[in-house]
C-alpha cells in the first residue's frame, strides 16, 4: 500500500508563494494520479489540481487556475504543488491524494483518489 506525506506548509503573506511536496512511500506512484485537495475551516474538501500518470492530463479548479501548478518526479517519487499570488481564501489544511486512475475517468472526481496524506496547514496573511 502506498503511503503519502504531505510537507511545505506554513504561515505566509497575501501575494507570495509557497511550494508544497507529497512524497510517497511503499510504493512507486509511476503509474498513479495525484490530486491536490484543500480543505478550509467550515467547509467541504474541494480537489484543486491533479495530474494524471505520466502527466499527460492535468485538471486545475477555477480557484487555482494560473496561479497554481503541479509537476511530478516519478524518480523521487513525489508531486509538488506550486502556488503563487496566495490569499486569505486560500487558506486550508491541503492534502495530497493517489490512485489509478486511467485516462478515460476525470481527474477531478474525489471518490477516484484512494491513498491520502495527513495534510499540511496552509495559513495566508493579508
Known amino acids: 500500500q502506498v503511503r503519502f506525506v504531505e510537507s511545505g506548509g506554513g504561515l505566509v503573506q497575501a501575494g507570495t508563494s509557497l511550494t508544497l511536496s507529497c512524497a510517497a512511500s511503499?510504493?512507486?506512484?509511476?503509474?498513479?494520479?495525484v490530486g491536490w485537495f484543500r480543505q478550509a475551516p467550515g467547509k467541504e474538501r474541494e480537489i484543486i489540481i491533479a495530474?494524471?500518470?505520466?502527466?499527460?492530463?492535468?485538471f486545475h479548479s477555477n480557484a487555482v487556475s494560473g496561479r497554481f501548478t503541479i509537476s511530478r518526479d516519478d524518480a523521487k517519487n513525489t508531486v509538488d504543488l506550486q502556488m503563487s499570488s496566495l490569499n486569505p481564501n486560500d487558506t486550508a489544511v491541503y492534502y495530497c491524494?493517489?490512485?489509478?486512475?486511467?485516462?478515460?475517468?476525470?481527474?477531478?472526481?474525489?471518490?477516484?483518489?484512494?491513498?491520502w496524506g495527513p495534510g499540511t496547514q496552509v495559513t495566508v496573511s493579508v
Open positions: 491524494a493517489g490512485a489509478r486512475i486511467p485516462y478515460s475517468i476525470p481527474l477531478d472526481d474525489p471518490e477516484q483518489y484512494s491513498d
Open positions: 511503499g510504493r512507486t506512484i509511476e503509474n498513479f494520479a
Open positions: 495530474i494524471s500518470w505520466a502527466g499527460y492530463n492535468k
